[in-house]
């Protein structure tokens, strides 16, 4: 009796100095077709979750601002992505460095990912919904697996890590590739050590299209932007080309209320950079 009493007591001791398994919460789980193959990828929040956060629904009024487009009603936490496929080992990719230095985060402190958990309907901003009432609604899906590169292969969804002003949300790439068949982030051909981050409306036209040739960036007047940005997008054999080009505005008036004629006001080149 006293041998298994000390064991018991020893076991109590010991319980607290070994690691506390981390809490996990799947987010979302989809069954997908991919490259022919039957295959489940989550979306999982690691360790503590939380939507009190600037985008949460505790307070609609603030989660509706430019800040949180994209993004309300959120959670935040530590992300990651699970895959299981037949005949392959599970595969587990950290998503949360990817919203490192996101101006969308401006109220969290450290790496955090941030998804948005529940619709956010038009009607709101007159309604003022209560709490409970947006944690009553249904869950915004995100995984949306297309083929972003054109490598016939629609392995890849959008992960919004970003916002700027106003509303032009910040998205990368997430999912496999032909050339890389393992969780990745997509990159471009000339910077393949970095995540390629595009608006979400250059995204869908390179979805529609494998050379869509030149797509808004940050167009003259926006913000009293001086100067306008195009991104010039096109793709061969699953490499993403970018390229984001800087021209002078057109100014088609003269100081004294006269009009340019039209040599003057053609846009002029100003910078090319290659993403």
Known sequence: MLPRLLLALLALIATPLLAAPAREVVREQRSFTVNGAKEV??????????????CGPADPDVAMTCPCSGAA?????????ERERPGAPPERMPLTPLFAGSEMLFNEKGRVAMLPRWPVYPRDIDDNPTPAAIRA??????????????DEIAGEFLLQVDTLPCGKHVLVAVGTTRDNPHLHVLTSARHPERPLALYQWQWEALARSPHPGKVMDWPCGDHAAEE???MLLSTDRGRIHATRITSTCPDTTEPNGGRHDKHHSLKR???REVL
């Open 41 to 54: 990828w989550r979306l999982v929040w690691r360790d503590t979750l939380r939507d009190s956060n600037s």
């Open 73 to 81: 009603y959120a959670e935040v936490g530590d992300l990651v992505l």
């Open 137 to 150: 609604r249904p869950v915004v899906p995100i995984m949306r697996l297309r083929d972003y590169n054109h």
């Open 228 to 230: 306008e940005t195009t």
């Open 269 to 271: 080149v100003l910078k």
